[in-house]
């Protein structure tokens, strides 16, 4: 390969903070990317060759958007897949490619994929509306989740009692039982299109019950060696049978008695593999770009314990950003804050992350929640 | 401090490799800044908010682009000096100072300012022609260097015999005595307007002589503590002295017998701190912002060996670059490329780096040497 990658023209699709941080690596590579979103004020505006602002949802938006473009990448599973699907077509190469899009949009078709391939994950049935879901009479208590367009805690819901019941999503969706589990894991995975596959090394999360988010994740596990390379294997698994070219992430439960079963997938950078940009000798990010740019995949080993810790807008705030306690937190060794350039916060908003690193892991647990304590998206 | 960085508009004075790789960092910081450059094409015009290309050298120019920022910084000394003095009398945050970039921008200042400070230094005489050394009589050797705007070998001179002298620069200029040292080292040091102080370990540096260049930098340098804890005295010294804000990159020579002499400064991340974006657990361009912003200074210590390759134009290449065997040293664990997006390579530009960290010293070095066998830029 001579030219390396300044001849590449490539496109995002969507501009937020993975957005943001792709481009951050991507600058490494030569590679000035063009970006799609809808928000005029995206985060990565000022960081691109072409910032179009437009639907990712839209066909023809799409289309144009990639018609002149050697590679399309996405930071977000809701784009227009008949469009990339027409690019793939005309011989744009398009990482993830749409059939893996296509089938991590729809959870549904998602739980298909693994039963039909021996995958672990919770038993589950498709409803097509809350009426059809009503008939069923799903013993109680059971999680509903949209099929498509849930995202960071959205779609999700938890049906306790028939009063629950009533307000149902009425949608397509899928019924989970209600799984009682020790720990969320996840592994991210990458396979680049000489099918070589490497994982990240297995982190364990910690959410926010009341925002249904990741609030802090620890990176290694320090889970048994046995189960995370179950979680490890499991994740090569899901990657090889997709095929799938590019980053994987895979959310997995760990329940009581030491099963481990899939809960979803991301076929992009993901929060829960944001500790590896200081945390991992290669990040998630230097890591999908070499899977979609046929790069050899780099070594994923941890540089000491890492410790994310999302900061997320303030409950009860909402309007132009500010940031308290930061200039106090920098003055701790080992802190490294990551801003989305986002102006507008509103309650559980992801408007950044700050990522610990210490070789003593109590230490690092002490330090991320002093970080929690002190750092506040207000306005 | 409430309101974070996303409200400081910040510029930098050249949109170079260096403010690129300080693009990435900003970034994390939430500012997108204004960059002014002469070159259409330069290395920053798709990272920034506002791109105006023009001279760095001229008064209104500078000014213009200055005078409805928050805070301004540099990437190359080379720019004009009275119209940042006057954007800083008009209460534009300036830093490097302008009164520190004007004493670095003459060698013939900075030595004098050695002196003054007992720094310890080559012996110089200054000289303002070439009449006027060719008067002297000088033995030979010597060194004549430009006392303005010499950079990257530009504007250094070995006098070795009267022919030599014919051809010696007609301006400005000093005289140093050929120094035989041991070792190139350099110390990083930064302050911040609070007067905090931190160096980076001492690093030792390897030379191209043909291109005199730094081709090869080892971080931390093997030199007994007792040699690194000097170096690195000094540079606080000399940071203090100057009472900079910002980075400020002390280069030193090691004399054969043990004696440190300061060869000169730069104000700003240097070619001999590249090596900390992943070597150091705070990169170069990190401290600069912590520092410029006013911010606590952060943990400079080692994460294993790292030694930085220069990627340089191949001699006998100009035009278009390609660059050759990036795919074959990606292969290897711990290998960090950085591209700095030049379209157009010409023998000895600085056309990118590669990083090696490993924790066996003896490995990187081999890697090294094998970057330096593989990857070639070319047309």
Redesign the interface.
């Known amino acids: ?4 990658y ?1 001849d590449l023209r490539t496109g995002i699709l969507g501009g937020g903070q993975l957005g ?1 941080m792709l ?2 690596e991507a ?4 590679v ?1 990317v063009d970006i799609l979103d809808p928000d005029p004020n995206a985060p990565c505006k ?4 072409r910032f179009v602002q437009g639907s990712l949802t839209d066909f023809s938006t799409v289309y144009n958007f990639g018609k002149n473009l050697d590679l399309i990448t996405i930071e977000i599973e809701k784009v227009n897949v008949d469009a990339l699907q027409k690019l793939e077509d005309e011989g744009v190469l398009v990482y993830p490619q749409p059939r893996v899009i296509r089938l991590i949009q729809d959870k549904g078709l998602q739980k298909e994929f693994f039963k039909q391939n021996d995958i672990p994950t919770s038993p589950f049935r498709l409803f097509s509306s809350r009426r059809h879901l009503e008939a069923a009479g799903v013993p109680f208590p059971y999680i509903q989740k949209l099929r498509r367009d849930g995202y960071d805690g959205r779609g999700v819901y938890k049906v306790s009692t028939a009063a629950d019941l009533k307000q149902a999503f009425d949608a397509p969706s899928l019924v989970e039982d209600w799984i009682e589990f020790d720990k969320e894991i996840a592994v991210i995975v990458a396979r680049n299109s000489k099918d070589e596959i490497k994982t990240f090394p297995t982190v364990e999360m910690e959410f926010n019950p009341e925002a249904n988010l990741v609030e802090f994740l620890i990176s290694p596990s320090s889970l048994p060696r046995e189960v995370t390379d179950r979680a490890e294997a499991l994740a090569v698994k899901i990657a090889s049978d997709l095929k799938i070219t590019g980053l994987l992430a895979v959310e997995m439960f760990l329940t009581n008695d030491g099963t481990i079963l899939v809960n979803e997938l991301a076929p992009r950078p993901h929060n829960s593999g944001h500790h590896s940009i200081e945390g991992n ?1 290669t990040s998630q990010f230097a890591q999908h770009l ?1 899977a979609i740019f046929g ?2 995949l ?2 994923t ?1 941890c ?1 000491g314990n890492a410790i994310m810790v999302n900061l997320l807008g303030e409950q009860g705030f909402e309007g132009l ?4 306690g ?2 106090k937190i ?2 701790l ?9 986002k ?1 507008f916060t509103k309650p559980f908003r992801k408007m950044g992350h700050v990522t610990v ?1 210490d070789d003593d892991r109590d230490n690092a647990i002490s330090k991320a929640r002093l970080i929690q304590d002190t750092v506040k998206v ?1 306005i």
Chains 1, 2 share one sequence.
């Open positions: 390969m001579k030219a390396f300044g943001r481009i951050q600058i490494n590579f030569n000035s000022d960081l691109c060759n000798r070499r790069l050899p780099g070594d080993a540089i950003a500010e940031y308290e930061l200039d920098l003055k060794d080992g802190i490294y804050v990551h801003l989305y350039g102006k690193i207000k």
